[in-house]
């Protein structure tokens, strides 16, 4: 697997002459690994020096005139061996450097390597796209369906991942997820109707069964009109096998004792529902995130919100009660956005929200 | 602020002639953009081309013979328009590669832009050494106290942050830490003598002063045996401007009605009060994680650990409780040698454990 390591010398010089100091300090240290130099002096921009070496792996030097060293390397060496050479290296640097500067040195920041185009991908970022690296040691399950790519990747802290295309969906540790969008322990279940849209993992249904309902109808809408969601048979066969912590044997059998999962588009479902007069006491929606464009008026993925949350209200009892995920809590303009669609409803609707802290998603999520 | 794109495109070809066709075809798209081409050939390892722009930025396209093609640039242009540009041109890439191998590419990874040299330093990497960028807007505090660098950020999601040398240690939004080192809501600290080592961001001190114990007694230990522990005086003055979502306003004064606040060394002081048998209904351990290092012989750090532990088990009553926190649950090595620890204490103890999630350490805690 190659690797890449990011290394930043953050200084105080000001002067071209110092560019030139920094580089003729550094030199003799990747002349001694027998690395190839090519330099290139951009007079106002400081120098770029590249190092080849004869196995592939290379190095570069960027130095800018306001005091910003950069050394990034770029290698194949999946051995320790390798690594060390490279820590050695970036320590030969740093010594050099604080020489140079006697040691008036703002910051020195060495990032952990970056692995590329190893079989395990281990570089999932956050909703509001800052970069996270996981701890995947494993891919678990990796298919696509019509809809979709579905991969589920083990973590050694999280479990199984559920990660829906490219985006972090659920973990076998998210149980703090399935809660909250069932109420945060608040509800009582027993005895209610309940209809689940989307939640292909089988989280929401396995917990709430436990808690002896009358009858739990998941729908899993089987069409594309969500970019990302968990609403596919190849979700629900990939959950199955590998994310039994999260739903146990509920997906096993699509019908059981007190539940039902319809692999239908939930949108006629719902509207025969509401034809029918046919009423839950709890709808969850876990279809989707809020989406992240904040332009609601050209998605159509708004609109489509809007579609299930009207259809919702529909089938929902005078003292019924309809949960969902919000989103990162970053995405502070959609979430209010999400919030003003609540008011276009066909009836006038209470809400409250409730931030959680979900494991996997390294955020915490309203 | 300079920052980096990495991007991948992982293929599946094995002949040097497909090194060159990825090559010839990308060539154009660089060159269209005013850019100076190096390229270095090394046969069996395929091609580094370098490409220079006048303005500073450059880009390395790393083409490797067994199918893993990498696009690095890296520019300083901090409006959206540079960062439009990169994106189009990336685009491109993308674009022609599919044509050349007809859409069969396994993998196209484009990893978040990381950003270097700036006043703000969002990578903080996790105990066990993944890459993780927070969502950093501010640099609250940033000071040098004899013992350690303290460091308060704030973050979007999680409040402000205490950094000391580099490791993430609380943030406002890590309640749930508090909470798990106090014994989870189980205990009852009404009327009781409490001892807290350490815990210089005072989370701990407030949440028990507000169960009016008898005595708190928070000894912050003032050298520096611990490379990392939040345990001086600057650290108090730190997060009692910056924390108070954390601290109110406990650590206003070092004393109050039912608490004091020792800035002494733990050592002597634990071995004063076991002299003068003065016992603790809890000591809780906050001074520091359990250390990365698994060679407890060589390292001083397991022998001052094992120090403190057998001086608490001296000053805590018969049913006293001792808490303290493990470390990261993926170095399962070093907790392992810390449960060993415990058998090698002067009497016998009895341990359980628990894992908690803690928000702003992106990674769950026993």
New interface residues.
Partial sequence: M?W?I?T?Y?FSFNLAADCNAVLKALQPIFQEQGM?E?V?N?ED??Y?V?Y?K???S?A?L?I?PHG?V?V?L?SYNDDMKGRQEVDQLLNKVEERMKELFHGNIK?V?R??A?L??GVI???W?TA????????IDEVVYDEDSPFQNIKILHS???GNILILSGDVNLAE?DL?YTQAIMGSGKEDYTGKEVLILGGGDGGILYEIVKLKPKMVTMVEISFDKVASSNIDQMVIDGCKKHMRKTCGDVLDNLKGECYQVLIEDCIPVLKRYAKEGRMFDYVINDLTAVPISTSPEEDSTWEFLRLILDLSMKVLKQDGKYFTQGN???LTDALTLYEEQLSRLYCPVEFSKETV?V?SY???YP
């Fill in positions: 190659w890449k990011l930043d953050f190839t090519t290139h951009w921009h400081g770029l590249t080849i004869k196995n592939g290379f570069n960027r800018h910003l950069l990034d770029q910051r920041k990032l952990p970056i590329r185009g991908d281990r570089y970022p509001d796209g800052r970069l996270v690296e996981y701890d050694k802290q999280f540790s703090a990162c809590i970053n802290c494991p390294m955020e915490l």
